[in-house]
Antibody
Framework: QVQLQESGPRLVKPSETLSLTCAVS?????????WGWIRQPPGKGLEWIGN???????YYNPSLKSRVTISVDTSKNQLSLKLTSVTAADTAVYYC?????????????????WGQGILVTVSS | DIQMTQSPSSLSASVGDRVTITCQAS??????LNWYQQKPGKAPKFLID???NLETGVPSRFSGSGSGTDFTFTISSLQPEDVATYYC?????????FGGGTNVEIK
């Protein structure tokens, strides 16, 4: 059974960097699939942040690209998210998820396994 | 970016009713369309990929159809446990984008 678990600071100050980790169990990140991050502001819809393929290729939402870095640590079987220069608009529940590849497409297809999510609040 | 427009944004129906949600893409996405269910306080759950392929274990009262720009998600007989927000998501082009969601309640 594939399981994902997000962790990290739940309160970040404006202008600082949001850093989250997603521990994956039940499947080896290096064996395949895309791995991604999605966020959901309180009471609002879902926004894709970016994905990374097990081989290292990464794809980001252009709206966040200048501030986002997604990486994988295969030795720890986890992925990470860094979002710089945060503001109150970055307050959201952040989810990590797995995506199967789709032939002919970059970035993956559907999010089949999700973490439980972590609420990160940006406030001084 | 491909914009995904869902309607209605919310609906209320009785147990046993047939419920239909539509999702319209701003450009042709063929059948590269997925559906998710999100219950309050929980992560989304994947239901359907490729517009109509039901994920293993998902009840058969859920179904999806459509191609191009217009898609439909149907619950054939609404059950109390179906109370949730439903989202469509396209993967024809990056960035991956979601519809705004449809909140389904029991009347």
């Amino acid at each position: 059974q594939v399981q994902l678990q997000e962790s990290g600071p739940r309160l970040v100050k404006p202008s600082e960097t949001l850093s989250l980790t997603c521990a994956v169990s039940g499947y080896s990140i290096s064996s395949g699939y895309y791995w991604g991050w999605i966020r959901q502001p309180p009471g609002k819809g879902l926004e894709w942040i970016g994905n990374i393929y097990h081989g290292g290729s990464s794809y980001y939402n252009p709206s966040l690209k200048s501030r986002v870095t997604i990486s994988v640590d295969t030795s720890k079987n986890q992925l990470s998210l860094k979002l710089t220069s945060v503001t109150a608009a970055d307050t959201a529940v952040y989810y990590c998820a797995r995506l199967p590849a789709a032939p002919g497409f970059f970035g993956g297809s559907y999010f089949d396994y999700w973490g439980q999510g972590i609420l990160v609040t940006v406030s001084s | 970016d491909i914009q995904m427009t869902q309607s209605p944004s919310s609906l209320s129906a009785s147990v046993g009713d047939r419920v239909t949600i539509t999702c319209q893409a701003s450009q042709d996405i063929s059948n590269y369309l997925n559906w998710y269910q999100q219950k309050p306080g929980k992560a989304p759950k994947f239901l359907i990929d490729g517009a109509s392929n039901l994920e293993t274990g998902v009840p058969s009262r859920f179904s999806g159809s459509g191609s191009g720009t217009d898609f439909t998600f149907t619950i054939s007989s609404l059950q109390p446990e179906d109370v949730a927000t439903y989202y469509c998501q396209q993967y024809a082009n990056l960035p991956l984008t979601f519809g705004g969601g449809t909140n389904v309640e029991i009347k």
